[in-house]
């Protein structure tokens, strides 16, 4: 615990200030501040000595400890007494707990083999000892089916990694240096809000800020221009853009001669993309796209800021693959605020095998992607080995995944045993069997690499553990001892042992950086050069097999695959046919030139971004967060409502051939006709007839890392009571 402030000896009060990090799944991975009194936390705000976070946190998580002394906090483990899904549980011990959960999974191995277990698991909390990673050994050594995490992002890095390897690309820092902004499906000022300050600044000193997107966000707003595009068409936009940067000589040749391979394929193939055909399939106007790639051309440096949601849909990987290609062909890599941002998590030389163990892995093992938990759980996906028991940790998969009825059908199984690890009584931990108390982030010690920016931060613990909560890291330790596993040392390391193989300390970017610098002073940037100077690419280095950026991309001939990051480390993935190595246009699934049937009786679009005061499903369940955010609603275009007959605040009813779902109107002009919105994150047991918009959502994969496709996704809606039948 690092002390700076031990104030007031002549009273009884004892006052400690700690040193930590906001634990949430977002790219600003804000340094926080936390004040203890007493040994109980009484404030938490955000450092005023990083510089990223400036001394603020979020909506989200400046009313943390609303979350750490919630009165449903899950305190003690729980066993199940009521039906699957009733939520009725009895406490029990830890040790009676750890038995049972040791016994039922010895069962299911020695009745079906240790495949009919999987672990279920995502980004809770994105600590490098407790997140992503924390369970892989155990599961691995277990046996048990690898569970496939490509929820997000997944398509873009491997679209990203195609054309430009896996670089950490522009620092946000460095935006203030930009001169043209291009904001591509993010909303920033609500899920990367510290960036932003960095955008105004490059605004005030004369930057153009565009922002494209189906919805006028509030990030639109505060934007030069906005820019509405059909959801899932992004690639053809794109697409166009090349077109006219290439037909109207805006490249730079000397930048292309050197540091690109495929341009002459690159040029015949963007030939039959004009902005013509582009405006058909994006809904915007000719020249709208043209004096878009005019500008972004020619005001370097020229930045792109692509969100998570520009993958969502059929083509989602093939519209990163052009948009990574973008920079390069005007130069904008020469220059410091000049390129593409998408996760500088790449500049962290994160030890990821010391958290994964994939040598632990039994080459062949059963892979199932937890997008399709629901189709595994009901039989509807074919598995060599059927699931019989589940573990849940960092994760509701109930509220995240689609197909949300398939889902509870298979979660509600009786012959399906499951654990859930969590803070509270989910929608998912509902169905739990066993149910165990995590800590949150002030109870626990963690070190934190960033998707957003460039400094490491560590998460000193402040306050006790409340009731029985422990770590991940502890939960896997106990679970490993019950196991046997515990005669190998990777099951009995310490939190402290871990942190100290968190990041490879002998990488140049770490120099200067030890686990004891950073406990103490809470953060660091990484030694890479200042935001006024970074320009990794300005002579190329490109981290891709050419060392340069392919437009012609080598590793499309190896077939689709998925960032090890993403499946647990596995290394027997099957690629399957090889990729076009060339950008080119997926339209989405769910349109009318696709599918016109469909599109006829299901005309609108719908998309699910992330709301603006919850994190996912987290803080869901928070008076205060609820009151920000509202009871769910779907947003509709007041024409589309208009000819539907519905009236703002009426409860009307989204549904598809996959579901139903009940939301509360509201008719708005801010999103574009033909797409409605609908925030993710409400919990089920919440929501007006029991269903959340992922039961709408489609279980495809998008074409390239198997990439989700919420925003693929076409629904009709109609007024309470009028029926779709
Ligand atoms: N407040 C808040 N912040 C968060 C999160 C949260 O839940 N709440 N979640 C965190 C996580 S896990 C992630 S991945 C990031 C994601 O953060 P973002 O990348 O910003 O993702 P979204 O909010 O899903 O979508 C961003 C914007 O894309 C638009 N959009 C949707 N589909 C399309 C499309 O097909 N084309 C285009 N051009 N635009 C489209 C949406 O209207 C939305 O305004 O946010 C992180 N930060
Ligand atoms: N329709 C639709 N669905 C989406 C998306 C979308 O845009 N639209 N976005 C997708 C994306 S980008 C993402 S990243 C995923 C997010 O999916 P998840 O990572 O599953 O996100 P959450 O819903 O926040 O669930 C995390 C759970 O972990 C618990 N938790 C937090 N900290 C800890 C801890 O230390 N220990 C344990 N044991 N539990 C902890 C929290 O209480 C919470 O219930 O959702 C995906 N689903
Ligand atoms: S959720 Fe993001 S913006 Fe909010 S405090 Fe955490 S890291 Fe900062
Ligand atoms: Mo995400």
């Known amino acids: 615990m690092t002390l700076l402030d031990d104030s007031t000896p002549e009273t009884t009060t004892r006052e400690l200030t700690v040193l930590g990090a906001c634990p949430q799944d977002c790219p600003d991975t804000c340094a926080m501040v936390v004040t203890v009194r007493d040994g109980v936390a009484v404030d938490v705000a955000g450092s005023k000595e990083q510089p990223y976070t400036n001394g603020g946190l979020c909506v989200k998580v400046d009313n943390y400890l609303d979350k750490v002394y919630h009165p449903d906090r899950v305190l003690y483990p729980l066993r199940r007494t009521g039906p699957k899904g009733a939520g009725e549980f009895e406490r029990i011990t830890w040790d009676e707990a750890i038995a049972e959960i040791a016994a039922r999974f010895t069962q299911v191995k020695e009745e079906h083999g240790p495949e009919a277990i999987m672990p279920v698991s995502y980004l809770g909390t994105q600590g490098i000892i407790n997140g992503l990673n924390v369970g892989d050994p155990f599961f691995n050594r277990l046996g048990a089916t690898v569970a496939e995490r490509t929820y997000c992002d997944s398509g873009s890095c491997t679209a990203y990694a195609m054309t430009i390897g896996d670089t950490a690309g522009v620092d946000p820092e460095s935006l203030v240096h930009s001169r043209f902004i291009l904001i591509w499906a993010a909303n920033i000022m609500s899920t990367n809000l510290?960036?932003?300050?960095?955008?105004?600044?490059?605004?005030?000193?004369?930057?153009?800020?565009?922002?494209?997107?189906?919805?006028?966000?509030?990030?639109?707003?505060?934007?030069?221009?906005?820019?509405?595009?059909?959801?899932?068409?992004?690639?053809?936009?794109?697409?166009?853009?090349?077109?006219?940067?290439?037909?109207?000589?805006?490249?730079?040749?000397?930048y292309i001669a050197n540091h690109t391979i495929g341009y002459d394929e690159l040029v015949e193939r963007v030939q039959q993309y004009t902005p013509e055909w582009a405006s058909q399939e994006t809904g915007i106007q000719v020249e709208t796209i043209r004096t878009l790639a005019r500008e972004y051309a020619t005001s370097q440096p020229s930045v792109i800021r692509i969100g998570v949601a520009v993958e969502r849909h059929a083509g989602g990987g093939q519209t990163v693959r052009t948009l990574s290609c973008l920079p390069a062909l005007v130069g904008a890599w020469r220059n410091p605020g000049g390129g593409i941002l998408q996760l500088p998590l790449w500049a962290f030389p994160v030890n990821w095998p010391a958290f994964m163990h994939p040598e632990l892995q039994t080459p062949g093992t059963q892979v199932v992607n937890q997008y399709l938990l629901g189709q595994a759980l009901t039989g509807e996906l074919e598995l060599r080995t059927p699931l019989h028991a589940l573990m849940v940790y960092n994760s509701n998969p109930v509220v995240v995944a689609p197909d949300q009825a398939r889902l509870l059908e298979g979660l509600s199984r009786e012959d399906l045993f499951t654990v859930v690890s969590e803070h509270f009584i989910t929608d998912t931990a509902r169905y739990a069997d066993i149910v165990l108390p995590a800590t949150t982030q002030l109870e626990q010690e963690d070190i934190m690499f960033s998707w957003g920016h460039l400094y490491a931060t560590y998460n000193n613990p402040s306050i006790e553990p409340r009731g029985e909560a422990v770590p991940n890291t502890e939960l896997f330790r106990r679970l490993a001892a019950a196991m046997g596993f515990d005669d190998d040392p990777i099951f009995t390391r310490t939190d402290e042992q871990m942190i100290a193989e968190a990041f490879d300390w002998s990488a140049p970017a770490m120099e200067g950086i030890t686990v004891a610098s950073l406990k103490e002073k809470g953060w660091a940037r990484l030694n890479v050069p200042s935001p006024d100077e970074y320009a990794p690419h300005r002579e190329g280095n490109f981290r891709t097999p050419s060392g340069k950026t392919e437009f012609l991309s080598s590793a499309a001939a190896g077939g689709n695959f998925v960032v090890p990051l993403f499946r647990q480390g596995s290394n027997d993935h099957?690629?399957?046919?090889?990729?076009?190595?060339?950008?080119?246009?997926?339209?989405?699934?769910?349109?009318?030139?696709?599918?016109?049937?469909?599109?006829?009786?299901?005309?609108?679009?719908?998309?699910?971004?992330?709301?603006?005061?919850?994190?996912?499903?987290?803080?869901?369940?928070?008076e205060f967060h609820q009151k920000v955010q509202k009871p769910a609603t779907l947003i509709i275009n007041p024409d589309d409502a208009a000819e539907r007959g519905i009236e703002n605040g009426a409860v009307v009813r989204a549904f598809n051939d996959r579901g139903s779902v009940e939301l509360l109107a509201k008719v708005d002009a801010s999103t574009m006709p033909g797409v409605t919105v609908c925030y993710v994150g409400h919990w089920r047991s919440d929501s007006l007839g029991l269903a959340t918009l992922s039961s709408l959502n489609p279980t495809r994969f998008a074409d390239l890392g198997n990439a989700p496709t919420f925003s693929d996704t076409l629904i009709e809606v109609a007024p309470v009571g009028a029926g779709e039948a």
Not at 207 to 212: E, H, N, T
Not at 229 to 251: K, N, Q
Not at 584 to 609: C, G, Q
Request: proline share 12%; no cysteine.
């Open 194 to 254: 510290h960036l932003w300050p960095y955008i105004a600044e490059a605004k005030k000193r004369g930057a153009k800020v565009v922002v494209v997107d189906p919805v006028r966000t509030k990030t639109a707003r505060q934007a030069s221009q906005h820019i509405p595009i059909r959801p899932g068409t992004d690639g053809a936009l794109a697409l166009a853009m090349m077109h006219v940067i290439i037909d109207e000589g805006l490249t730079d040749d000397e």
């Open 574 to 622: 099957q690629p399957g046919q090889p990729v076009d190595p060339l950008p080119h246009y997926i339209p989405p699934r769910e349109t009318t030139s696709a599918d016109p049937d469909l599109a006829a009786r299901y005309p609108l679009n719908l998309i699910s971004p992330k709301s603006h005061a919850f994190i996912n499903s987290s803080y869901a369940n928070i």
